[in-house]
T-cell receptor, first 112, second 111 residues
């Protein structure tokens, strides 16, 4: 039933590690996104993919690498994690420029 | 560039009070405008939207009107409930796929 699902919900790890967050949508949407929400609740887009092609990359460090194996999935891999990467990461999808985005429940990443 | 400005929170109200959360925007062209709500521990949910000037979006007793002349999209509700306590985000879609969010406004409603 879940429209946009992310795993894991919580991720606690140490500085320097590499981790991945997975996202899947069953809405048939062509476009998927990753957003970062900081501790003050500010939301900023990181990446957008349309039909498996990268269309937005908003000055994100190249330690972050999105991968879209098909249009229903958009995973986020993060290398050499830093303290400043601690945040909630949201996946979203949309079908059309004027349509609303549908969000997952978020992945809370905590770096020790 | 495109941006959204929301009033600082938290907004603290008693149940059944009238709510206004101000939102103004800067954009080139004619963006679509949205209000999203985030309940504690959850993702964002679309609350309402408007795609052109003078459109009024409404849902669950909340309303917002797209005002091109004042570049505003203020959120209102006539009588808030405790269950409305959440963070509210105003956002615009400039047409090339992404959403630009405001900083969010936390609403706290007490019984």
């Amino acid at each position: 039933d879940t429209a946009v699902s992310q795993t894991p919900k919580y991720l606690v790890t140490q500085m320097g590690n590499d981790k991945s967050i997975k996202c899947e949508q069953n809405l048939g949407h062509d476009t998927m996104y990753w957003y970062k929400q900081d501790s003050k609740k500010f939301l900023k887009i990181m990446f957008s993919y349309n039909n498996k092609e990268l269309i937005i990359n908003e000055t994100v460090p190249n330690r972050f690498s999105p991968k879209s194996p098909d249009k229903a999935h958009l995973n986020l891999h993060i290398n050499s994690l830093e303290l400043g990467d601690s945040a909630v990461y949201f996946c979203a999808s949309r079908d059309g420029a004027d349509q609303p985005q549908h969000f997952g429940d978020g992945t809370r990443l905590s770096i020790l | 560039g495109d941006s959204v400005t929301q009033m600082e929170g938290p907004v603290t109200l008693s149940e059944e009070a009238f709510l206004t959360i101000n939102c103004t925007y800067t954009a080139t062209g004619y963006p679509s405008l949205f209000w999203y709500v985030q309940y504690p521990g959850e993702g964002l949910q679309l609350l309402l939207k408007a795609t052109k000037a003078d459109d009024k979006g409404s849902n669950k007793g909340f309303e917002a009107t797209y005002r091109k002349e004042t570049t505003s999209f203020h959120l209102e509700k006539g009588s808030v409930q405790v269950s409305d306590s959440a963070v509210y985000f105003c956002a615009l879609s400039p047409g090339f796929q992404k959403l630009v969010f405001g900083t969010g406004t936390r609403l706290l409603v007490s019984p």
